[in-house]
């Protein structure tokens, strides 16, 4: 499948994701989630889900653990929303940017400040 093919299967299934879990999903669990990502298998058989989590550690966790129960539920949305020969299987994972970004200002403004 061609890469830009698959650009926009990973968006689409970002897309239905996003909405899916801000506006259906009820697991007092999932705190306030975005879904930054998807890396889609050229065979559609896995898709690698990127979210982001605020909250502390306990929350990021807790909010994963939610994901991964409502794991059918968010795979049923994917298949009945999107036409594609194969829905792939999802796996919910830790993005980690905006974090790393924020130590890595923080690192800096305190070199940069001493």
Known sequence: MSSDRMRRVDEAVRQVLGDAVAQHLKDPRVGFVTVTDVKTSPDLSHARVYVS???????????????????GFLQRRVASELRLKR??????VLDETTENAFR????IDRELGS
Do not use: I, Y
Request: charged letters at 35%; aromatic letters at 4%.
């Open 53 to 71: 989590v605020l909250g502390d550690r306990k929350a990021r966790r807790a909010s994963l653990d939610g994901l991964a129960s409502a794991h």
């Open 87 to 92: 829905t792939p299987e999802l796996e919910f």
């Open 104 to 107: 890595l200002e923080r690192l």
